[in-house]
């Protein structure tokens, strides 16, 4: 099936601290892309993706179904749960993305991997092209190699998350009020933080698939307080 998104994702609504995919604005698009846009969903028949990215709408569809994969080059799908094979790693074969998976430096310095570590390693670091990152309003210098250290030896869930938490309360080891994007004072904390960058990481496997994070961590028994 051909997807297109149409509209603002929810991900804008979501973001709070900064806005994302706000550093994208005045950007000049491809001068036809609409109307290619227009041909190609009428030569394929294509469905309009509305609310969400067409990559969740991707995920989704091939979530739990081990004969599906995703086929694409966006790092976000390594973390997906969705079988998926990478244009750009051809080497890989079809990843697996489900479980505790792995993470790795390439030989170019870059980090990669699969499965919940990768997902909690984007949640903890930062993403420079849909403006997120972790240490937004941290008075700590911090980043992909600070993140990898931080998650790269956890041998189950719930160490992987022990590990993310305690990156947070590094990063925000006490309440604060700051300017969100929108120019509304906030109040926030670790979990604060926490939460919106995971929102931000997470591509929905099923609709509405909204994770509470001090939930997970209380079913994975793991210690905040």
Known sequence: DFKISNGEPDRVQRSTLL??????????????????????????????????ECDDKVVQIAYDKPNYFVLGIDKDYRG????FFDVNHPEEGIINTRGLGELFLRDNGKVSGRGLLFKLWQMCSQDTIDNYKANCFSDIKWGEKSAYKALKDCQTEQEAWQAAVEV?????????????????????DWMYVMQEMFDLAHMQRWENDLVDIQKTLDNLGVKYD
Not at 22 to 37: A, F, H, I, M, Q
Not at 168 to 188: A, C, H, N, S
């Open 80 to 83: 997906s749960g969705a079988n």
């Open 19 to 52: 806005e994302y995919k706000g550093n994208r604005k005045g950007t000049p698009k491809p001068s036809y892309l609409d109307e290619v846009t227009d041909y190609i969903a009428f030569k394929f028949d294509g469905e309009k993706v509305i609310g969400i």
């Open 168 to 188: 947070f309360k590094k990063l925000y080891p006490e309440p604060k009020t700051v300017t969100g994007w929108r120019g509304d004072d906030i109040e926030i």
